[in-house]
């Protein structure tokens, strides 16, 4: 099954060539999790501990939430300010 990883704005930063309006896309097996992509964004050299929120289709998910075919999933870092 084919999905589309999307980054937020810093994150992009850490891959070269990184398109916003395409994202990325990567095969992964049926029935895999959102980990098996979080495994996807560690090979294009972004640290686990940079992705605190995860969206699957708009819709927050965790780490655990099945992906399916065709599924456009976001990775954010930490949000912080003051």
């Known amino acids: 099954m084919s999905i589309q990883i999307r ?14 309006e395409s994202g990325l896309l990567f095969e ?3 029935g895999e999790s959102v980990l098996a992509a979080g495994d996807v964004a560690q090979r294009i050299g972004i640290p686990p501990e940079e992705i605190t929120i995860i969206m699957i289709n708009s819709r927050q998910s965790d780490l655990e939430s099945l992906v399916r075919d065709g599924d456009r999933v976001a990775f954010f870092p ?3 300010g003051g």
């Open 7 to 20: 980054l937020s704005t810093t994150l992009r930063d850490l891959v070269p060539g990184y398109d916003p």
């Open 78 to 80: 930490p949000v912080g």
């Open 28 to 30: 992964l097996k049926d």
